[in-house]
């Protein structure tokens, strides 16, 4: 079975331009997680979809991050325009569903470096 | 808020000793989850372990979900085992994990 895809892995980008990530998930899950993880620190949620709709995105900000999942299977997510506190991990998961015991496999995470 | 706590944040092995990692959490929960980070930024799953006890090769990890804290364990450490480990937590259905702030875990030969 086919993991979590994401890219690029990795990005350079100057402060005020504009970067976007994306993000395809196991097969048959419904439910994407994009997190963000600064250096030395655990992932924290961006933004949670079951299929197409948005569930959480409370710990997304809004003036600058939006992101995306039409059609409720692929994911991207845009920056713009970055700043440089922006540099961090960001990581895709995926699970089944939204249910409590549910397992979230991660893919290999795109490293964003803003000059 | 909700919190997730785990130590030692930083542990330095020789190859062979044994290791146990804790995780202890502020709220009852109902989804647990150890991941290792390697050292190209891949979060692996090690174990689902919301309570009991599960074992796999030299890894295993026990919840006691009533005491609100996790523990994994590491025998005869290997280099490859070099990275961060992470408790994750989930407290109610529709939410994402939590994450601690990880164990980094360094194995020199």
């Known amino acids: 079975e086919a993991g979590v895809a994401q890219s690029p892995r990795y990005k350079i980008i100057e402060k005020r331009q504009s970067v976007a990530f994306w993000c395809n998930p196991i097969?048959?899950?419904?439910?994407l997680y994009w997190y963000q993880q600064i250096l030395g620190q655990g992932p924290k949620l961006l933004i949670q979809?079951?299929?197409?709709?948005?569930?959480?995105d409370s710990q997304l900000p809004k003036d600058r991050f939006s992101a995306e999942r039409l059609k409720g299977v692929d994911s991207t997510l845009k920056i713009q325009p970055a700043k440089l506190e922006d540099s961090a991990v960001y990581l895709c998961?995926?699970?089944?569903?939204?249910?409590?015991?549910?397992?979230?496999?991660f893919g290999p995470g795109t490293r964003l470096l803003v000059l | 808020g909700i919190q997730v706590e785990q130590s030692p944040p930083d542990l330095i092995l020789q190859e062979g000793a044994n290791s146990t990692l804790r995780c202890n959490f502020s709220?009852?929960?109902?989804?647990l989850q150890w991941f290792h980070q390697n050292p190209w930024g891949q979060l692996i799953n090690l174990f689902y372990?919301?309570?009991g006890t599960k074992q796999n090769g030299r890894l295993s990890a026990t919840t006691v979900a009533t005491e609100r804290y996790s523990l994994l364990y590491i025998s005869s450490s290997q280099t490859t085992d070099s990275g961060v480990y992470f408790c994750?937590?989930?407290?109610?259905?529709?939410?994402?994990?939590?994450f601690g702030k990880g164990t980094t875990l360094s194995v020199s030969s």
């Open positions: 979809f079951q299929n197409n709709g948005v569930v959480d």
């Open positions: 097969s048959g899950h419904a439910t």
């Open positions: 998961a995926s699970s089944l569903g939204s249910g409590v015991l549910e397992t979230q496999y």
């Open positions: 372990i919301p309570s």
């Open positions: 709220d009852s929960v109902n989804n």
């Open positions: 994750a937590v989930k407290f109610q259905a529709g939410t994402a994990l939590i």
